[in-house]
């Protein structure tokens, strides 16, 4: 434990420090005017257990990064989340409570968030093996693909379709960073075409509910229907708008006023833009963007391939999180309910992520201490000299 903290990668800490402050400031402020008038709970319910919240997942964050990474390589720990996995998911199905049109909470918490976490750790674990081995046993790529088919459809059935989006990009993420041969991926998708083509036709046709299916239609054109189904996309686009550059100030922010639908999960993100201005979006998006960076470049640096496989997955969660996020809020992409990494109100999010970062600080931490080892001048033996 003190081994990690000696070689603690502090400038990993800066910017999830000053997002995560940030976070809980706006969470009060776009949560105080809904917990109200929505839900009849006191102005700071949201706040608080965002509170406690943050307090839990930087609890687990010390934990996890004095935790050497390596310790997630054993075959307990996969065999774990296979089991575990499956049955919380089967118990959120049974279970589970309805918020949003999705059963995807169970006693309080979205499992979902930290299964993200769980597939990570999988695949890095499959591709470090992968690396070592130059070749996988059958039995390792069942359990590992199946496991994450597994997980989609179980997923689905709730439905929490931006749940599985997110999840196939970091798959799709850690694929590509993995030292495949890209041509050889690309032809075979190519090849296979004639199967996933229209798999993903007819779960666009078939398999989306009403609501899915209208945030698609109201993607492209969200002023057909501007009292309708386009009301909250146009009312994010004003809430952007009217921040400027400085914002309106802490507090001030109109279309929180039931204008949006969750201004402190989905569309917090305007409401900062109409608060803080620019500038205040400007600092979030660039301390989750150098949170990234930075755990790309210590997946570069690690020498130890589940090391980095593991800074990538979890870089890679942030990242496609974030911009699933802003691209919604702005229109740029449909909306699906995916929340901006510590900044969005939601427990399970937040401690997930928490979670991540300190298994990503503790790949530092192991990075820095090799490179200080490397970098120290090897000791010589003292030579015998012959006095005659």
């Known amino acids: 434990m003190k081994r990690a903290w000696k070689s603690f990668d502090y400038t990993l800490l800066l910017p999830l420090l000053i997002v995560c402050t940030l976070g809980i400031i706006m969470v009060y402020s776009a949560s105080s005017i809904v917990a109200i008038a929505k839900y009849g709970y006191a102005s700071d319910q949201f706040f608080l257990s965002q509170l406690r919240s943050l307090i839990m997942g930087f609890l687990l964050f010390v934990v996890l990064a004095s935790v050497p990474y390596h ?29 949003n049109n999705a059963k995807s909470w169970l006693w309080g918490t979205q499992p979902s968030e930290l ?12 591709f470090a093996k992968w690396h070592e ?4 046993a059958g039995r390792s790529k069942i359990g590992t693909w199946g496991f994450l088919f597994t997980v989609l459809v179980l997923i689905k059935m709730q439905p929490d379709l931006g749940t599985d989006i997110l999840i196939a990009a970091i798959v ?24 996933w083509v229209p798999l993903i036709c007819l779960i ?15 993607f492209f054109n969200p002023f057909q229907d501007p009292q309708g189904a386009g009301f909250h996309m146009i009312n994010s686009f004003i809430a952007i708008a009217s921040g400027g550059i400085k914002g309106l100030g802490l507090g001030n922010s109109v279309q929180k006023y039931g204008y949006l639908p969750e201004p402190h999960t989905d569309f917090i993100m305007a409401i900062v833009s109409e608060e803080l201005g620019f ?3 400007t ?3 660039a301390s989750l963007a150098l949170i990234v960076l930075k755990a790309f470049k210590i997946a570069q640096r690690c020498k130890d391939p589940f090391g980095s496989m593991l800074a990538i997955g979890v870089g890679s969660m942030i990242g496609i999180q974030t911009i699933v996020n ?23 999010s937040l401690v997930a992520n928490l979670m991540a970062m300190g298994i990503l600080a503790n790949v530092a931490s192991q990075v820095k201490a090799q490179e200080k080892r490397a970098k120290q001048p090897v000791p010589q033996k003292p030579h015998l000299v012959v006095v005659k």
């Open 71 to 99: 310790v997630w390589k054993k075959k307990i720990v996969a065999v774990a989340i296979y089991a575990g996995g499956t049955f919380v998911l089967l118990l959120v199905l049974v279970f589970g409570r309805v918020v």
């Open 115 to 126: 299964i993200k976490l769980c597939i990570i750790i999988v695949l890095a674990r499959f």
């Open 133 to 136: 081995q130059d070749r996988i």
């Open 172 to 195: 799709g993420m850690m694929i590509f960073c993995s030292g495949i041969r890209v041509d050889v991926w690309i032809k075979r998708l190519l090849l296979t075409s004639i199967v």
């Open 204 to 218: 666009v046709m078939f398999g989306l509910t009403k609501e899915q299916y209208s945030r698609i239609q109201t």
């Open 279 to 281: 500038l205040g979006v």
């Open 283 to 285: 600092v979030i998006l």
């Open 326 to 348: 802003v691209g919604g809020v702005t229109g740029l992409l449909p909306l699906t309910g995916v929340p901006v990494p510590f900044v969005s109100s939601g427990g399970s």
